[in-house]
């Protein structure tokens, strides 16, 4: 059974930096890809970053250039999230997603998902 579980969301103050993390289970996590979404208040889900089973990286988020880095650790079946110089704007919940292939932006490409990180930015 396919699971995915993030971790590593909370509360820090804006300018501040974050590392998410999920972890797979029950599956080759190393053949797949895995996406990087959030929901923020008003708008539907979106694709942050994602990163296939070879290390290849693509970012989607409509952010400035470097406060995403995604990265993969295939050994512990993990895939990282860092997010750097965090404003109010990001306050969601972060979720990981897995599909066999290539990184696909839209997340109806993606069959699996994890239930997802809350990301509170705030003073």
């Known amino acids: 059974q396919v699971q995915l579980v993030e971790s590593g969301g909370g509360l820090v103050q804006p300018g501040g930096s974050l590392t998410l993390s999920c972890a797979g289970t029950?599956?080759?996590?190393?053949?797949?890809?895995i996406g990087w979404f959030r929901r923020v208040a008003g708008k539907e889900r979106e694709g942050v970053s994602c990163?296939?089973?070879?290390?290849?990286?693509?970012d989607y988020a409509d952010a400035p250039r470097g406060r995403f880095t995604i990265s993969r650790v295939n050994a512990n079946d993990t895939v990282l999230l860092q997010i750097k110089d965090l404003s109010p704007d990001d306050t969601g919940t972060y979720t990981c997603?897995?599909?066999?292939?290539?990184?696909?932006?839209?997340?109806?490409?993606?069959?699996?998902w994890g239930q997802g990180t809350q990301v509170t930015v705030s003073s």
């Open positions: 990163i296939t089973s070879t290390g290849e990286r693509t």
């Open positions: 997603a897995a599909r066999v292939g290539n990184c696909k932006r839209a997340p109806s490409n993606y069959d699996d």
């Open positions: 029950g599956f080759r996590y190393g053949y797949y890809a």
